[in-house]
């Protein structure tokens, strides 16, 4: 069956399309032009007054959905600018709806770490990073969102009971059709590093790794999904992807749910490195990545690698 490339593509199991793809935007306010992310080559921190073209080219080149992230001019100890209505975020979500309407999904990270002052996903008292009084500004952040026009609000903090808090400030506010992709099972991972650099979200001190997931855990990979979903998570993500291939697979598996997977920017700047060192062939190796992520479980992925996959499936359909 593996004699020719007609006979291969009839028993293939699993094939990449650009409606698996959702791409990740920086929309930086304190830039007047585009900057280069240093450690993430090809990607952008984008100014607002180019968010319309972005949004556009994303629509022409056939992908689906965008997730924004915001780098605000200002940071202070508990993330205002998350959740003012004229922030970055908010700005680009109703200028990208404007420009683009229903051609475009738009998701939002909801999250503080990049409007913090310390750079931490949450409130933080004595060195502790606090659930319960988080949940409130993460709340307000999605609504901020959601009166924006973004059509999906998707949680990264790891903070316990936000699904269900950010749930009912929707339906609250009149958003009952906003859905959420929540960030069920998100590692505390050294493949953020070149995105900490890009959204200049390090924490200033200590870590993330009492609020997000031990890399050792699968069984709690599945509590973590469980409890998002009976708090009201449309959708599910297990971040990261290449080295969390069998939590997609047991998470998938276990849930059935719309299951989604980040190919976060560690994983990207390392098949940049090497096929920048002409170690690897570079489009080869990302469709084997993407289409293995796939083959797990995966129904969409977030990927930095969006754009270019999407030129390459034009040219070979
Ligand atoms: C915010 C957030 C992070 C990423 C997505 N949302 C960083 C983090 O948790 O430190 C990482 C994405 C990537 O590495 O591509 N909490």
């Known amino acids: 069956m593996r004699r020719t490339e007609k006979i291969r593509s009839m028993v293939r199991e699993t094939v990449l399309t650009k409606n698996d793809l959702i791409y990740p935007i920086f929309v930086d306010e304190t830039i007047e032009e585009r900057v280069e992310i240093g450690s993430m080559p090809g990607q952008y921190r984008l100014p ?29 100890e508990v993330g205002s600018e998350a959740y003012n209505s004229e922030g970055i975020i908010q700005r680009a979500v109703s200028e990208i709806k404007d420009e683009v309407g229903d051609d475009l999904v738009v998701i939002t990270d909801v999250c503080l770490c990049e409007y913090t002052s310390h750079g931490h996903c949450g409130v933080v008292e004595d060195g502790e990073i606090l659930n319960d009084p988080t949940l409130e500004l993460l709340a307000k952040e999605a609504v901020s969102h ?22 009912e400030a929707l339906d609250d506010a009149g958003y009952k059709n906003v859905a959420i992709l929540s960030y069920a099972a998100k590692y ?22 009492s609020y997000q997931m031990d890399p050792a855990n699968a069984n709690e990979a599945l ?46 700047a390392m098949v940049k490195a090497a096929s920048a060192m002409g170690y690897v062939d570079e489009k080869s190796l990302v469709l084997e990545i993407l289409t293995s992520i796939k083959r797990a479980g995966a129904d969409m992925i977030l990927t930095y690698h969006a754009k270019d996959v999407a030129s390459w499936l034009e040219r070979s359909e």
């Open 188 to 209: 505390a991972s050294s493949f953020y590093g070149p995105f900490r650099d890009a959204a200049k979200s390090a924490p200033a001190f200590g870590d993330r790794r």
């Open 146 to 167: 959601a009166e924006a026009g973004a059509d999906i609000v998707a949680p990264s903090d790891m903070m316990d009971g936000r699904v269900a808090k950010i749930r």
């Open 48 to 76: 607002l007054s180019e968010v319309r073209d972005e949004a556009l080219e994303v629509v022409s080149l056939g992908i689906p959905a965008v997730i924004l992230f915001g780098i605000p001019e200002h940071k202070d």
């Open 223 to 268: 509590r973590e999904v469980y409890l998002d979903i009976q708090e009201g998570a449309d959708m599910v993500m297990v971040k990261p992807a290449l080295a969390y291939l069998d939590i997609i697979t047991r998470v998938k598996e276990r849930f059935r749910m719309p299951t989604a997977a980040y190919n976060v920017s560690g994983e990207y």
